[in-house]
């Protein structure tokens, strides 16, 4: 009988001790669960991070790249204003050097001015030379028979320009001439052409050029003809007289 007594306690208490095992087996394997899933949501919000940051390096990198075509772009047109300024004085340097025109460097033409009866004529000399070249003062003009007895035409001051006449290639310079004061007079007498000197650095240079006068020829008065100074456009003023 004592043994039938304790039989079952015996029972019991083999029961509750597999019971126990089996909730701590049970906790245990939850507690390694929630570790795993802690892990992994560790591991995938470093796996976000790293990729925004990426993705924020991208972008800077992007930007960067857009700042330095801004850049690009800002040097791209201060080298273009630096090349216009260096054409500029280029151009002003060649013009300081050019040397003066001489008589086989330019072609020179008449032609008359507005106004009946015609008393002033427009001198056009055209660089025909290829290369830049400086014209001097004014044109040395005689409206005689031979260059070398003809009166020279005296120069109005007040058309003298305030800057060389540079001429490149091609380009053209003028002067107004007076060849008589108007009207019927017996001291003017018809020019049909008449000579064109220069100037050189050191005064009027050798040798002069044959210019046709206008159609149907001039009617000069030796004492009132007066020239104006090449310049490289007529003024109003300074080439009236």
Same mark, same amino acid.
């Given at each position: 009988?004592?043994?039938?007594?304790?039989?079952?306690?015996?029972?019991?208490?083999?029961?509750?001790?597999?019971?126990?095992?089996?909730?701590?087996?049970?906790?245990?394997?939850?507690?390694?669960?929630?570790?795993?899933?802690?892990?992994?949501?560790? &591991? #995938? @919000?470093?796996?976000?991070?790293?990729?925004? %940051?990426?993705?924020? =390096?991208?972008? !800077? $990198?992007?930007?960067? +790249?857009?700042?330095?075509?801004?850049?690009?772009?800002?040097?791209?047109?201060?080298?273009?204003?630096?090349?216009?300024?260096?054409?500029?004085?280029?151009?002003? &340097? #060649? @013009?300081?050097?050019?040397?003066?025109?001489? %008589?086989?460097?330019? =072609?020179?033409? !008449? $032609?008359?001015?507005? +106004?009946?009866?015609?008393?002033?004529?427009?001198?056009?000399?055209?660089?025909?030379?290829?290369?830049?070249?400086?014209?001097?003062?004014?044109?040395?003009?005689?409206?005689?028979?031979?260059?070398?007895?003809?009166?020279?035409?005296?120069?109005?001051?007040?058309?003298?320009?305030?800057?060389?006449?540079?001429?490149?290639?091609?380009?053209?310079?003028?002067?107004?001439?007076?060849?008589?004061?108007?009207?019927?007079?017996?001291?003017?007498?018809?020019?049909?052409?008449?000579?064109?000197?220069?100037?050189?650095?050191?005064?009027?240079?050798?040798?002069?050029?044959?210019?046709?006068?206008?159609?149907?020829?001039?009617?000069?008065?030796?004492?009132?003809?007066?020239?104006?100074?090449?310049?490289?456009?007529?003024?109003?003023?300074?080439?009236?007289?």
């Amino acid at each position: 009988m004592r043994t039938f007594i304790r039989r079952p306690a015996l029972v019991a208490a083999t029961a509750v001790a597999a019971l126990g095992l089996t909730l701590t087996a049970c906790g245990g394997d939850g507690s390694g669960t929630k570790d795993e899933g802690a892990a992994a949501a560790s &591991k #995938s @919000g470093g796996s976000k991070s790293g990729s925004d %940051a990426g993705s924020g =390096k991208q972008e !800077a $990198a992007a930007d960067g +790249g857009s700042g330095k075509e801004a850049a690009g772009s800002g040097t791209s047109g201060s080298d273009s204003a630096g090349t216009t300024a260096s054409q500029t004085r280029s151009k002003e &340097k #060649s @013009g300081a050097k050019a040397p003066a025109c001489s %008589a086989d460097d330019v =072609k020179i033409s !008449a $032609a008359k001015q507005d +106004g009946v009866p015609t008393t002033h004529i427009t001198l056009t000399a055209t660089n025909v030379s290829g290369h830049a070249c400086t014209l001097l003062q004014y044109p040395v003009i005689g409206f005689g028979d031979l260059p070398q007895t003809s009166k020279d035409v005296p120069p109005v001051a007040k058309s003298k320009p305030g800057t060389p006449v540079v001429l490149n290639a091609g380009e053209p310079a003028y002067a107004a001439v007076r060849i008589n004061q108007g009207g019927v007079d017996e001291d003017n007498h018809v020019v049909k052409s008449f000579y064109v000197n220069l100037f050189a650095a050191d005064g009027p240079a050798e040798g002069s050029k044959t210019v046709g006068a206008p159609k149907g020829g001039i009617a000069v008065d030796d004492a009132a003809a007066k020239t104006g100074y090449w310049t490289n456009e007529l003024r109003n003023g300074a080439d009236e007289f």
